[in-house]
């Protein structure tokens, strides 16, 4: 069951993704003809005889080369499973990636990638800001293992980041690690710049890994191998699964660098349960769908906030007359703005937590990418573990709400909006304004 009886093409032509999602990777004929995969819910898979038995576990530990038309047999699902090679076959085609992993969630495919690609005396070069999570295992955790994290701010100019790169010691570099758009500021990195400097200063003997965090848009509006990255990385959890009722993540990249992040995640055994899988699979049958309706509600609802007297500024991507640079990289590298919407409420924390108490139908809850619309307070939930001055030069305010617009009617959101900002009441300069 580990080569897809894929289907893939009619006459030559090849289907689409959202096409591909009901059937890719499986046939019915194996589970009794029915229609959809069935859970594949065991530790442990039977060798027909002991040279079976002996064959994979070759192959699994790496001890030969895998034969042409030879397939790798299921052994114990630490390593494979099923449910789980039906579904990351299928979250190969919208990236058009070579092999997937799926993961327990979003950092553990972070980290279970990072350890695998990474060694002590390391430096890994990132983006600014990052999801808090992610933070705090590039500046901590990995400082444990000998690992050293350098961020670069998003106003870092190509120039900059190169005086940057240029400055760690030769050899040490070993990845570039970028969140675009970025969690919450929806600041996008030029991903093309990043791959020719990881490029310049990775030889074949020390690369120097590209690896995306692709969550905010993928993997339908933005494809970042197509723009050079080695390696692209989701929280699953997030659009993936797109219901808020599973806890996934996903590598994807080509089958050398696979086989190593593979190889890590057996060991971490930080794979995804096969019961999560079916989850995951079911969900992406409607992924286009889900995020095309949430991404036509979230453009109406931005525009409406930019246009709120409460509201100072908005951070949404089609929003970048400000910024020629970005507005160009958004034309470059993304499909759609998606879902996903930050703002800056006039006032400060006590305004954007008087807003964020009065909403009814937006849940408040941290999370994002699901069918119900959520808001959050960045500066002291997500990111709180970075420090104040921190997050201000990355551009997190204390003004700032986060929103992931789900696909209720957007009217009734913005109702709800609107009822909220009443809560937080006009603040005096603004009423000042008004009467002026």
Request: net charge negative.
């Amino acid at each position: 069951m580990t080569t897809p009886h894929d289907h893939a093409c009619i006459n030559g032509q090849r289907l689409h993704p959202e096409s591909l999602m009901m059937s890719y990777g499986y046939t019915p004929a194996w589970s009794e003809g029915a229609i959809k995969p069935p859970i594949f819910q065991t530790s442990t898979f039977v060798f027909k005889n002991a040279e079976e038995g002996k064959a994979f576990f070759e192959l699994a530990y790496g001890l030969r080369q895998q034969g042409p038309e030879e397939e790798m047999g299921l052994i114990y699902s630490r390593l494979n499973n099923p449910s789980l090679e039906i579904l990351e076959h299928r979250l190969c085609l919208w990236d058009e990636a070579e092999e997937a992993a799926s993961f327990a969630s979003g950092m553990a495919a972070i980290s279970t990638t990072l350890l695998a690609l990474l060694q002590p005396g390391d430096v890994v070069l990132h983006s600014e800001p990052v999801y808090g999570g992610s933070d705090f295992f590039l500046k901590n955790v990995l400082r444990k293992f000998g690992i050293e994290a350098q961020g670069f701010l998003p106003t870092a100019t190509p120039a900059e980041l190169e005086a940057q790169a240029a400055a760690i010691a030769p050899g040490r570099l070993a990845m570039i690690f970028v969140e675009t758009p970025a969690n919450p500021t929806n600041h996008l990195v030029d991903l093309e710049a990043c791959a020719a400097l990881a490029r310049q200063y990775g030889t074949p003997e020390k690369p120097v890994r590209f690896v995306v965090d692709n969550t905010f848009l993928g993997p339908v509006f933005q494809h970042p191998l197509k723009h050079g990255a080695d390696v692209v990385l989701y929280s699953a959890t997030k659009f993936l699964g797109g219901h808020s009722d599973l806890i996934a993540g996903a590598a994807l990249s080509n089958r050398a660098l696979m086989k190593e992040i593979k190889g890590m995640r057996t060991f971490m055994g930080t794979m995804c349960d096969p019961n999560t899988g079916w989850m995951l699979m079911r969900s992406l049958e409607t992924l286009k769908l889900r995020m095309e309706r949430a991404a036509a509600s979230a453009q109406v609802i931005a525009d409406w906030l930019r246009a709120h007297p409460l509201v100072e500024r908005t951070y949404y991507l089609t929003h970048l007359e400000h910024c020629p640079v970005q507005q160009d990289i958004y034309r470059r590298h993304c499909l759609s703005p998606g879902s996903m919407i930050s703002f800056d409420i006039r006032g400060g924390e006590a305004e954007a937590f008087r807003f964020l108490n009065a909403l009814r139908l937006i849940k408040l809850a941290v999370s994002l990418g699901g069918t119900e619309s959520l808001a959050e307070h960045p500066a002291t939930m997500t990111h709180s573990d970075i420090t104040v001055a921190d997050q201000l030069e990355m551009g997190i305010t204390a003004q700032m709400i986060r929103l992931s617009i789900g696909v209720e009617d957007p009217q009734d959101l913005m109702l709800d909006l609107s009822q909220a900002f009443e809560a937080v009441g006009m603040p005096k300069e603004v009423r000042v304004a008004e009467l002026a």
